[in-house]
T-cell receptor, first 116, second 108 residues
Framework: DTAVSQTPKYLVTQMGNDKSIKCEQN?????MYWYKQDSKKFLKIMFS???????INETVPNRFSPKSPDKAHLNLHINSLELGDSAVYFC???????????????FGEGSRLTVL | GQSLEQPSEVTAVEGAIVQINCTYQ??????LFWYQQHAGEAPTFLSY????GLEETGRFSSFLSRSDSYGYLLLQELQMKDSASYFC?????????FGKGTRLHILP
């Protein structure tokens, strides 16, 4: 069983479209995250949720809307896609808000979004 | 503000030792992480330093000096499979912030 799974793995779409990426974790963790990794491999935090509650919104455009129906799921919806949104989006989870207890984030395999 | 600095690329020879340095500047610092990411894969956790000193896990060791806002990852007996990107990251009050990563190239 994959600990953190996200779908789809690849997504190619046109500018202006709306798309969603789904993430699920079966580790029983309280906190989930979305990170964006651009072409320069810079991993930047976008959002974090703790027990379905939004904790961090790292000045991400409001075209990006996360939704957490329960603590095991964190989905990312993107409206009006732009060329600059092309990146790999990683979902991650940790045992608590900072991952301090174990110091460990568990990442999904990533969703590569290409906007044409 | 916050910043993490690490070299963008390092090259070493198989069997050798390599050290990847990381300096950071952030408020609310809790600890320093290291993650490994192979091309096309997800980052995976390597180590976490909260206190000053050296933590050893097999061929990998990680060091932290809180007073110097500095840490490093030491990789010994390098193997070709260690070719990857290595990210330092800081745990602060409410999140984990990643550096830009160091691409490690290993020559046979």
């Amino acid at each position: 069983d994959t600990a953190v799974s996200q779908t789809p793995k690849y997504l190619v779409t046109q500018m202006g479209n709306d798309k969603s990426i789904k993430c699920e974790q079966n580790l029983g963790h309280d906190t989930m995250y979305w990170y964006k990794q651009d072409s320069k491999k810079f991993l930047k935090i976008m959002f974090s949720y703790n027990n379905k509650e939004l904790i961090i919104n790292e000045t991400v455009p409001n075209r990006f809307s996360p939704k957490s129906p329960d603590k095991a799921h964190l989905n990312l919806h993107i409206n009006s896609l732009e060329l600059g949104d092309s990146a790999v989006y990683f979902c991650a989870s940790s045992q608590d808000l900072q991952g301090v207890a174990t110091g460990e984030l568990f990442f999904g395999e990533g969703s590569r979004l290409t906007v044409l | 503000g916050q910043s993490l600095e690490q070299p963008s690329e390092v090259t070493a020879v198989e069997g050798a030792i390599v050290q990847i340095n990381c300096t950071y500047q952030t408020s609310g610092f809790n600890g320093l992480f290291w993650y490994q990411q192979h091309a096309g894969e997800a980052p995976t956790f390597l180590s976490y330093n909260v206190l000053d000193g050296l933590e050893e896990t097999g061929r990998f060791s990680s060091f932290l000096s809180r007073s110097d806002s500095y840490g490093y990852l030491l990789l010994q007996e390098l193997q070709m499979k260690d070719s990857a990107s290595y990210f330092c990251a800081v745990s602060r009050d409410d999140k984990i912030i990643f550096g830009k990563g160091t691409r490690l190239h290993i020559l046979p």
